[in-house]
């Protein structure tokens, strides 16, 4: 068997193509719940903290000099990208689960 016939066999089955969709569809929610937590869920808490800005948070191990930029820890960012996983985890394991109790049911 040929290696283009075997890859048509795989491409045109319907998990390859399921999982070409879910990937797909993944990708667009991560852009949402990126777009969640950084246009929406950060700005009012960084508000109640003070008006910082966690996109701003980060702490200097070495200042610029002329020809280099600082060296920074980008703290804030690391919370974000926390944030949009704990939801993005969140989430599957919902639909996980709701897939799970409609097998059940059958």
């Known amino acids: 068997m040929s290696i283009i016939k075997e890859f048509k066999e795989f491409a045109v089955k319907g998990n390859a193509v399921d999982m070409a969709v879910g990937i797909i569809v993944g990708a667009a929610f991560g852009k949402i719940v990126t ?11 960084g508000l ?47 639909v996980v689960k709701a897939i799970n109790s409609l097998k059940k049911k059958q």
């Open 35 to 45: 777009s969640l937590v950084a246009d929406v869920i950060m700005p009012p808490i």
């Open 48 to 94: 109640l903290l003070g008006g910082v800005d966690f996109k701003d948070l980060k702490l200097v191990l070495k200042a610029a000099t002329f020809d280099k930029p600082a060296v920074t820890l980008n703290y804030g960012m690391f919370i974000n990208s926390v944030l949009d996983f704990v939801i993005v985890a969140f989430s599957i394991f919902l």
